[in-house]
């Protein structure tokens, strides 16, 4: 070990995180956090995480056992027992809860790591995700947020979340419709690609592919800030909520047979109470490295431009027989549909950053220095991502096996691109189709249905 680094000794602690079980495994993490100060969430699958805890070799051992549920307790039970001391000199092990020292060295388990070591780890892992919230969807629609105390059943949702939900009831169901829709266009987006997001659904425990800084994460994160502030922004024009109402009539004047009329979307507000609320997590003081804060940051406002960007006149015309002899006109917002492209385009040309210093601070910069610097409409990313050709989930890779492909297509959605040179299966699929349709005065259409049998193919 060099001289200058501290020698560290981590306790691996591993948990159920099931809906019934995960209160008591952050009870204990979050007992753990205040006992030793250093802590790692890492969630390893949709129902597990790993707490890996850390502390300066000789000095707070006793607080870090103390924070531990008794040897051979059952956590769900509600037990209030505690160790006095590590037992480092047998492996116990639950199937709800598991805790062990690594590597085993004569009985004792210790981890001598050097500071630099850790530290580095902590950067690489995305402690606080600011896109949890999107746990949202998960909202059963009979939940009727009517009430303050409804903000608490909220998952996902960090204090400022819950405080803003608090502060603005009315406004909370135009956000879980957000976060609805997020997961819809993401997953509509990149269903063709061999990432195809479906590891959005596990929120808010994801997996690898979300919670490091890489290109797929900097998509979510544009993708979930323009969305909310667009949901937001047609929620006014709807009448859908009675804190705003249509947006401002544009100061310019408008052309010959034209005129400002009908509602625009208010973009202002929607901007306004959207960034309010998904830029909170990356706000708090404990949200992961400065690193991963400025990213999310810079990606979230990528989202935000993009969402500005497609911001344009609408009109409806006026006149004798549909002559259009004038048109009413307004400022509307594009589909999200055709913003989640726009951003799955940046998406494509992202660049790859670092955290160094610049002047008295430090910024993140372009890996390359051949690179000009980055642009506010463009997406950044920390980490590069695996190639998603095989399943896993270390890396928050679902692998491409059994994924539907298309023979002829010389795009991403190519049995060559998205099987990997695996090579693919053919299978028959009977498709019920409307045929022998017939109109009949007036005025229906009447039609029959057809079977047809076409070739699909699978990636091997």
């Not at 051979?72 to 020292?101: M, N, Y």
């Not at 009727?144 to 406004?171: D, F, I, M, P, W």
Request: with cysteine; net charge positive; hydrophobic share 35%.
């Amino acid at each position: 070990m060099r001289a200058g680094m501290s020698e560290l000794q981590c306790l691996h602690l591993s948990g159920n995180l099931q809906n019934q079980h995960r209160a008591e495994f952050n009870s204990v993490y979050l007992r753990l956090t205040s006992s030793v100060g250093i802590c790692i969430y890492s969630i390893l699958s949709a129902a597990a995480a790993k707490v890996c805890v850390c502390w300066e070799k000789g000095s707070r051992r006793r607080g870090a056992g103390a924070a531990l549920p008794g040897k051979g307790a059952v956590l769900q039970k509600g037990t209030t027992s505690k160790l006095k001391e590590i037992h480092c000199s047998e492996h116990w092990e639950d199937p709800l809860l598991r805790v062990d020292f690594l590597p085993k060295v004569g009985g004792c388990g210790k981890m001598k790591l050097s500071l630099a070591i850790f530290l580095s780890f902590i950067l690489q892992t995305g402690i606080c995700s600011g896109i949890k919230w999107l746990a949202l969807s998960k909202t059963p629609s009979v939940l009727a947020l009517n009430q303050t105390q409804h903000c608490k059943q909220l998952e996902g949702l960090v204090v400022s979340q819950v405080q803003l939900c608090r502060s603005n009831l009315e406004l909370m169901q135009t956000i879980i419709q957000a976060a609805r829709e997020v997961i819809k266009s993401c997953r509509r987006t990149f269903a063709d690609m061999r990432w195809n997001c479906s590891s959005i659904e596990l929120a808010p425990n994801y997996l690898l592919d979300l919670e490091r800084g890489t290109r797929e994460s900097a998509f979510v994160y544009a993708l979930s800030a323009a969305t909310i502030s667009h949901t937001i922004a047609r929620a006014c024009t709807t009448g859908d909520l009675p804190g705003c109402s249509c947006g401002p009539i544009p100061g310019e004047t408008p052309g010959p047979g034209y005129r400002w009329g009908g509602c625009a979307d208010n973009l202002n507000y929607g901007l306004v109470m959207g960034s309010k609320f998904s830029d909170a997590p990356m706000k708090m003081k404990k949200s992961g490295s400065q690193a991963h804060k400025l990213m999310h940051l810079h990606n979230s406002e990528v989202g935000r431009q993009a969402l500005k960007a497609s911001l344009e006149m609408k009109c409806k015309c006026h006149g004798v027989s549909g002559s259009c002899s004038i048109k009413t006109c307004w400022k509307g917002l594009q589909e999200l549909r055709d913003i989640a492209q726009d951003l799955k385009n940046k998406y494509l040309s992202a660049t790859k950053v670092v955290h160094r210093p610049m002047g008295t601070r430090k910024q993140l910069v372009p890996k390359d220095i051949d690179i000009r610097p980055v642009k506010e409409t463009e997406l950044i990313y920390l980490q590069s991502s695996p190639d998603f050709c095989m399943k896993n989930e270390k890396v928050g890779s679902h692998g491409t096996q059994d994924r539907q492909c298309n023979k002829t297509s010389n795009g991403s959605d190519s049995c060559d691109l998205m099987c990997c040179g695996r090579g693919y299966n053919p299978y028959m699929d009977k498709v019920v189709e409307r045929c022998h349709c017939k109109y009949h005065w007036c005025c229906y259409v009447t039609c029959k249905k057809c079977e047809r049998t076409v070739e699909r193919y699978v990636c091997k």
